[in-house]
């Protein structure tokens, strides 16, 4: 299953994505105008979803898609996480998972344009692979950590790379409003299976520029997750997104910054395409 939050007919809703359209979960009374975030905290998912049954469904080409999840609490960023990109970055091999934070304002949905700042000429791209949560917990053992999972979908965790700078603290730089995208929909865990050794790619402008396999993470998901868990409470809807891998553009000579009328595409094998226009800031 494929569930996707967009607007339609000027209003937000959400869905499920069937081929080449969506029913409208939304407009099923057991949905009473929740978000999909809010219906997965409450555990409502299966109730709602089968209420929808009898939905209208329209065709893809109707809306316009927002992040699957318009209202986590949490989106939790992986930082080093691909032997690679550590040694493109010159940083050392991490020993626990470097963790940074976006906030929902940061993000748009797949189609969406992605606005290059004028603060900042050092507009980078990043592929993930991100993890949506069904279940919530605490200290969550890395064998149970699976069963957390609702399903998987794409980021790119674009990234002012001079900001990011600025001091120790990533934040700044990956929090620009706009600046990163997620999606297109949460492919659901019980169709994906195991994600196993699932190419990553990222093209810009048609040409790859990152290309890995997940199997080359240095943290996986259940570890990510078990470790996340510690820490904080994890939610349902709560998102990972897993780190990037070697071939940003701040990695290679020359450079390889993102402008107006770039377009950006991140692909996972049998999560789909997560593409995006660039333009400049008014």
């Not at 893809?60 to 996480?81: M, Y």
């Not at 690679?84 to 949905?109: A, I, Q, W």
Request: aromatic share 6%.
């Amino acid at each position: 299953m494929k569930l996707a939050s967009f607007e339609y007919d000027g209003r937000p809703c959400w869905g499920v994505l069937e081929g080449d359209e969506v029913r409208l979960v939304c407009s099923a009374s057991a949905a009473r105008d929740r978000t999909l975030g809010q219906v997965l905290r409450e555990g409502d998912l299966e109730r709602v979803l089968d209420d929808a049954r009898g939905a209208s469904v329209v065709a893809v080409g109707e809306i316009l898609f927002l992040p699957p999840v318009t209202d986590a609490e949490k989106i939790i960023c992986i930082g080093l996480n691909y032997a690679d990109h550590v040694r493109e970055m010159n940083r050392p091999m991490p020993e626990k998972p470097v963790v940074f934070t976006r906030f929902n304002d940061s993000l748009v949905g797949g189609g969406a344009p992605l606005v290059a700042p004028r603060a900042s000429d050092q507009f980078d791209y990043e592929g993930e692979l991100a993890v949506v949560i069904g279940k919530g917990g605490r200290n969550i053992a890395p064998e149970d950590a699976m069963q957390h999972v609702l399903g998987y979908t794409m980021m790119n965790d674009g990234s002012m790379r001079d900001y990011q700078r600025h001091t120790h603290q990533f934040g700044p730089g990956k929090n620009f409003p706009r600046s990163g995208s997620l999606g297109p929909a949460i492919v659901t865990a019980d169709e994906t299976g195991p994600l196993g050794n699932r190419r990553i790619s990222t093209r810009v402008n048609g040409e790859t520029v990152q290309q890995s396999s997940l199997d080359q993470l240095v943290f996986d998901v259940a570890a990510l997750i078990a470790y996340c868990s510690e820490w904080t409470q994890l939610n349902a809807g709560d998102v990972i997104a897993t780190g990037t891998p070697g071939g940003v553009g701040d990695g290679r000579e020359p450079k390889l910054f993102l402008k107006h009328g770039d377009v950006v595409e991140v692909e996972v094998d049998g999560l789909g395409v997560l593409s995006n226009p660039v333009v400049g800031e008014r």
